[in-house]
């Protein structure tokens, strides 16, 4: 006879806390032309792409596995960036739910050739990354230990940007519902 199945339930499992500072997350890159836009800058998705990858990589750490883009809560580009700098990435996460979590990232510049320069903050972004099983089904994710004034601080703030998507979420989906109009799958995402 072979062993019972074990029988899932009702509670997944605690997962120790960890530190925000265990999964920080920095990616490097020198920006060439064929990243540019138009205008001759570098072009906003290209930096989004990379604050997408410093993101991932951030959530997958601090998760201990596959981590999936849930959403972008804000992406605020301060300065154009050139062809030849050097863009920094560094991420962390703010916060951690159930199976989701905020990551911060701020993305730095600094010309390639130019040693010694104070790197110049040219875009912010946070967003939301839902740790994801083998299936594709949401799994636990350990909470943020913050250890600092400011890694509480990064907490407080994401608490009230996750409050505001729940409310914007919760308005749509009754506005759309009274429309009679289909609610969206993704609305489960964001625990």
């Not at 997962?15 to 500072?21: G, I």
């Not at 004034?149 to 407080?156: G, I, L, W």
Request: net charge neutral.
């Amino acid at each position: 006879m072979g062993a019972e199945p074990m029988l899932p339930t009702s509670e997944p499992p605690t997962l120790d806390a960890k530190p925000a500072s265990a999964a920080r997350t920095r990616l490097a890159r020198i920006m060439s032309g064929t990243d540019t836009n138009l205008h001759g800058n570098i072009h906003g998705g290209v930096i989004m792409r990379i604050v997408d990858d410093v993101g991932g990589a951030t959530a997958a750490r601090h998760s201990g596995g596959r981590a999936v883009t849930a959403s972008m809560d804000e992406m605020v580009f301060l300065i154009p960036v050139r062809v030849g700098d050097l863009v920094t990435a560094s991420a962390q996460v703010n916060w951690a739910g159930k199976t989701s979590m905020e990551v911060g990232v701020r993305v730095s510049a600094e010309r390639w050739d130019e040693a010694g320069q104070v790197p110049t903050h040219v875009a912010s972004a946070y967003l939301v990354y839902v740790a994801v099983d083998e299936f594709g089904c949401p799994r636990a994710v350990p909470p943020v230990l913050p250890q600092t004034p400011a890694e509480r601080q990064r907490e407080h703030e994401a608490e009230i940007r996750r409050e505001s998507r729940l409310a914007r979420r919760t308005a749509i989906v009754k506005l759309r519902s009274a429309r009679g109009e289909p609610v969206e799958r993704g609305a489960r995402f964001g625990d």
